[in-house]
């Protein structure tokens, strides 16, 4: 009897959270992922559930070697995608398919071999610039996209809604959409993935050089964006959980699940987590009609240097639906994050990443 679970992209922030899940349950796992996963805070006893190889979506046969192949193929009884080029550098789709979508197809064949269900983990983001509310069983609305990466995941998503279309799939297909995840317990290297801490960072990184000069009290940065608008924020930890609770359902083959949380965080509750974690005024939303009255000073202009690829996400009005994750899983499932908590992961990563400076300086 087949007990193994793959995943792929495992040494991900969503693929280190449902890794840790998994053989937290007990379940053994097969990790696949082009570096190991760092999970430093597993039980030594669920190590003997996981065994990890080299791997890389967007090789036939997923790079592995033909007899490891097989064996993966063998001892799977379901697979989990993850695995993608999730950065922002281009603004077209054509670098991203490799990975993106011919990535995806490699797996769905890894899945057909094993005779095994494929979950495939998308982003909420596959709406691109759509303003209104964008539905579960929404794709094809004529949206244009900010860059690449969601251009890219929407054309994998796409390629796997034909499969399931088709009359006779060859293996029961998921498709899961997460929002923004937010890493519960972050690292210093947290910094460099998309999401609220590379904003952290990078206003740390000034206020650190604004003080090595010998600035008293950095000013409050400007960041552009709309206070009014909201982000799909979800923790990874709670991405996991709804994951593996899907995944447990039969009911839930064949359906498109958005992993949201049921309210968007507001960027001004965003706004006062982040700056709760800093202690102080650091960094506040200001829209064209203030930087029209008073032009951005040399600090704001180098924070949206900084942050250039993800400025287009400081005004979103896009409302995401949840009615199937509701139905399978329930309303509790995936709750909106609070203040309370993101300041702490806020004040967690700060405190890492201060941590990481000194023990460089010794």
């Not at 979950?119 to 983001?125: C, G, I, L, P, R």
């Not at 507001?266 to 709760?276: I, K, M, T, V, Y």
């Not at 704001?300 to 639906?321: E, I, N, Q």
Request: charged residues 20%; glycine residues 8%; aromatic residues 8%.
């Amino acid at each position: 009897m087949k007990e193994h679970l793959v995943i792929t992209g495992a040494s991900g922030l969503v693929g280190r959270a449902l890794l840790r899940n998994y053989l937290s349950r007990g379940c053994p796992v097969i990790a696949l992922s082009r570096k190991p996963p760092v999970l430093p805070d597993l039980a030594p006893a669920c190590l003997p559930l996981l065994s990890w190889h080299w791997g890389d979506v967007s090789l036939p046969g997923l790079g592995l070697d033909p007899a490891t192949y097989v064996e993966v193929c063998d001892k799977a009884r379901m697979v989990f995608h993850l695995a993608a080029r999730t950065d922002f550098k281009d603004g077209t789709a054509a670098s991203y398919l490799p990975v993106n979508l011919e990535g995806v197809k490699h797996v769905l064949a890894l899945a057909r071999e094993a005779q095994a269900p494929l979950h495939h983990v998308s982003t909420a983001f596959v709406c691109g610039d759509w303003p209104g509310e964008f539905q579960e069983g929404d794709l094809d609305l004529g949206q244009h996209f900010r860059n690449g990466y969601e251009e890219s995941k929407f054309l994998g998503e796409s390629f796997l809604h034909g499969v399931m279309a088709a009359a006779s799939a060859p293996v029961p297909i998921t498709i899961h959409r997460p929002g923004i995840v937010v890493e519960r317990n972050p690292s210093a290297g947290s910094g460099k993935t998309f999401g609220p801490f590379l904003f952290l960072d990078a206003v740390a990184r000034l206020r650190d050089s604004a003080g090595a000069k010998g600035v008293a009290e950095p000013p409050t940065l400007r960041v552009q964006g709309n206070r009014a608008a909201h982000l799909p924020l979800v923790f990874d930890d709670a991405v996991a959980e709804a994951l593996v609770r899907l995944a447990a359902n039969p009911e839930s083959a064949g359906r498109v699940f958005q992993l949201v949380a049921p309210q968007e965080v507001g960027n001004s509750l965003l706004e006062d987590a982040f700056n709760e974690a800093f202690g102080q005024p650091a960094a506040r939303f200001a829209g064209d009609e203030e930087f029209n009255g008073r032009p951005a000073n040399p600090l704001d202009a180098l924070l949206a240097r900084k942050t250039t690829p993800y400025a287009a996400y400081l005004d979103l009005s896009v409302h995401f639906t949840r009615s199937n994750l509701d139905a399978i899983a329930g309303a509790e499932m995936l709750p909106t994050p609070n203040q309370a908590e993101l300041a702490l992961a806020f004040k967690a990563f700060l405190a890492a990443r201060s941590q990481r400076s000194q023990q460089g300086r010794t």
